[in-house]
């Protein structure tokens, strides 16, 4: 099981701490991903952490304003997001990934909704 947290509403320019909690699984087994889906479109690869957390990989639109880490002895994996845009507004989702280079998830947790006003 994953459960999510940490969402909210924001202004642009301002920071959210995202976290999945994770249970029921062998947490150093899996690479884990963020995902997210804004309203009336797809759902969207944001990043990923391999099961070491030695490594990450984000979308474009992402990168060098969010950072994926894990802390393999609390079973969590965590997305602070910075220089929050109207466009990052979305549900996020945390998920068990096939492995680290892909973007097929497993297995995936509730969402939590990121606001970001202009």
């Known amino acids: 099981q994953l459960q999510a947290s940490g969402g909210g509403l924001v202004q642009t320019g301002g920071s959210l701490r995202l976290s999945c909690a ?14 997210r889906q804004a309203p009336e479109k797809g759902r969207e690869f944001v990043g990923a952490i391999r099961r070491s957390g030695g490594s990450t990989r984000y979308t474009d639109s992402v990168k060098g304003r969010f950072t994926i880490s894990r802390d393999n002895a609390k079973n969590t994996v965590d997305l602070q997001m910075n220089s929050l845009k109207p466009e990052d507004t979305a549900v996020y989702y945390c998920a068990q990934l096939l492995y680290f280079a892909s973007n097929t998830a497993t297995n995936w947790g509730q969402g939590t909704q990121v606001t970001v006003s202009s």
């Open 22 to 35: 994770a249970s029921g699984l062998v947490f150093t087994n899996y690479a884990m991903g963020w995902f």
